[in-house]
């Protein structure tokens, strides 16, 4: 399974931007999705996450009302649509797709394929 994220690029702050993540070698519905990201001298950490059914979201606290995760299974694809963006959001996004899991986690180790990232610079 390969994970192909897109959609990352420069915008201002308070702007908004789409990102989509296309899933190859397997099938959308089997597997529970989320993003993660890294800032500069960060660790990386949890952003969004859905649920096989696309009834579960979860995000985190930082970006709850302003990030929105949906899912195209007919497409093979998750996307995370960024509003209201800040310098704070600059991070590095990877989309990852947990296969085992029965519910939307954060927890990083619970994913098994990632995508490569795609850097997302919000300018002050």
């Known amino acids: 399974v390969q994970l192909q994220a897109s959609g990352g690029g420069l915008v201002q702050d308070g702007g908004s931007l789409g990102l989509s993540c296309e899933v190859f070698g397997g099938s959308l519905v089997d597997y529970v999705m989320g993003w993660f990201r890294r800032a500069p001298g960060k660790e990386r950490e949890f952003v969004a996450a859905?649920?096989?059914?696309?009834?579960?979201?979860y995000y985190t606290d930082s970006v709850k009302g302003r990030f929105t995760i949906s899912r195209d299974d007919a497409k093979n694809t998750v996307h995370v649509q960024m509003n209201s963006l800040n310098p704070e959001d600059t991070a590095v996004y990877y989309c990852?797709?947990?296969?085992?899991?029965?519910?939307?986690?954060?927890?990083?180790?619970?994913?098994?394929?990632w995508g490569q990232g795609t850097l997302v610079t919000v300018s002050s």
């Open positions: 859905i649920s096989r059914d696309g009834v579960t979201k």
């Open positions: 990852a797709a947990d296969l085992r899991g029965r519910g939307v986690s954060a927890v990083e180790i619970m994913y098994e394929f």
